[in-house]
């Protein structure tokens, strides 16, 4: 994987959006080629018009990445990134002809966008034919050793099994005496030479998964290894860097204390993310008044209540505020107190479902981000009842309010809606992963990742 700010992204998406920007900017200077022709003009040299082409190519990759057209899903799955491609094309070429109306009308004709559209779909498509095959083999695949023969072992063995493993792993070593649960796991005293033995299976990466360091961990192995220039990595920062997530059942507050992450350098980032939240909740909540004032109109009129409910929620710091969202569930939905939401909950009343997935009862909170509460990203603000629960059944739960909540988050595009102390569990570890590897470029890439979860539904209970 390469680390791009802080967050990782796999060799294979690398290479596919690499090829993928070229495609499309090929696409754009046929399209341009063909039309010139078609009209009996000179299309002239490419380098004259790069610009035109560098913002189409950039316009489409955003859309690809907004409708998640380099998810593991499409990735292992022609028909799923087929219908993406579709999707991303489609949402590109209109915001490129609305870009288009707005600079004047002189950068993209209408023609030129029609055959750039069918060109780009053939040829990202073909690619996906073509590398999608490739990307899948074991030669684009890191080589990896496991230190360990227990249930670590164990738990990289069925993630490397997963169609969109960027691993794999080419042995295992039990370092103690124990009873393997990997069965074929070789004893460390069987190996004489175990850098020779790395060298020779052409090991990329070393894991430590000992379940026990006690008097089992091979210092002068791991020294020797790291020294010819193969990564050695423990089994929680491997876990942290595969999965995008903490994980919880493996991890100390000594690897949180002296692993990278949660850095003091956030001064500058912290201001932009605050200037943009002012900006866009400000922008949203003007353009989406009418939407808003719609819905809770339709919401007075199903059903008796008010249009809008507060709630109060926990934000930065374990500081109490109220949040403002359009009402989906029936007026006595709590009666008997504060409940989970649960699937097909008999409370969401007909128009409440509608809203839910679509998210449209979201939009109030952006009042909540203009004064400061809350951010566009960050971990979704939990209420004061459940917090006092979970904080004693999870460890590290209060440190997801050391960074302020979020309309959308880390946890909210990769995992789905869930309402239990095991649902909550798992979003705490792609919260803490947030926490820990906060960077723009993350946020960026949330909020483009949410345009998948609202189209798809993805989440919405």
Request: one cysteine or more.
């Amino acid at each position: 994987m390469i680390r791009l700010f802080k967050h990782y992204i796999p060799h294979a998406v690398i290479l596919l959006g690499l090829i993928d920007i070229g495609l499309l900017i090929f696409a754009g200077d046929f399209a341009w080629r063909l039309r010139s022709t078609q009209i009996g003009s000179l299309p002239g040299p490419t380098f004259d018009r790069i610009g035109q082409l560098s913002g189409f190519a950039a316009i489409i990759l955003t859309a690809m990445i907004a409708v998640g057209v380099y998810g593991a899903d499409a990735l292992r799955s022609m028909r799923f990134a087929t219908a993406r491609l579709l999707v991303a094309v489609s949402l590109g070429i209109i915001l490129l002809s609305f870009v288009d109306f707005i600079l004047g009308g002189h950068n993209f004709w209408r023609s030129t966008l029609a055959y750039a559209m069918a060109g780009s779909v053939l040829m990202l498509v073909m690619n996906r034919l073509l590398v999608g095959g490739m990307l899948g083999a074991s030669a684009f695949r890191r080589r990896v050793l496991v230190l360990g023969a227990g249930m670590r072992a164990d738990r990289l063995r069925k993630l490397s099994e997963r169609p969109e493993s960027g691993f794999a792993i080419v042995g295992y070593i039990a370092m103690t005496e124990s009873v393997p649960v990997v069965e074929e796991a070789i004893n460390r005293s069987a190996i004489h030479n175990m850098t020779r033995y790395v060298e020779n299976l052409g090991v990329s990466e070393v894991v430590l998964a000992l379940e026990e360091r006690r008097n089992a961990l091979p210092l002068p192995d791991l020294l020797r290894i790291k020294t010819t220039g193969v990564h050695v990595n423990d089994f929680s920062s491997f876990i942290e860097r595969e999965t995008g997530r903490v994980d919880l059942d493996t991890v100390n507050p000594s690897w949180l204390i002296f692993s990278d992450g949660f850095s003091s350098g956030r001064a500058i980032s912290s201001v932009a993310k605050r200037l943009f939240d002012i900006f866009a909740s400000a922008l949203l909540l003007t353009l989406a008044a009418p939407v808003i004032l719609l819905f809770a109109l339709l919401i007075k009129l199903e059903s008796k209540g008010p249009a809008f409910y507060r709630q109060v929620r926990v934000g930065l710091y374990n500081q109490p505020f109220s949040v403002i969202k359009l009402r989906s569930m029936r007026q006595d939905a709590e009666v008997d107190g504060a409940q989970w939401a649960q699937k097909d909950d008999p409370r969401v009343t007909r128009l409440g479902k509608f809203i839910r997935k679509v998210r449209i009862d979201e939009l109030p909170q952006c009042w909540s981000v203009l004064k400061g509460e809350m951010s566009f990203v960050g971990p979704r603000p939990e209420r004061p009842e459940f917090v006092a629960d979970l904080e004693q059944k999870l460890p590290y739960y209060a440190e997801r309010h050391m960074v302020k909540p979020g309309i959308t988050g880390w946890a909210q595009i990769n995992y789905p809606y869930g309402a239990s102390i095991e649902d909550s569990r798992h979003k705490l570890e792609y919260d803490l992963y947030y926490a820990k590897n906060y960077t723009p470029f993350l946020d960026l890439l949330i909020l483009l990742q949410t345009l998948r979860v609202v189209l798809w539904h993805e989440g919405a209970r």
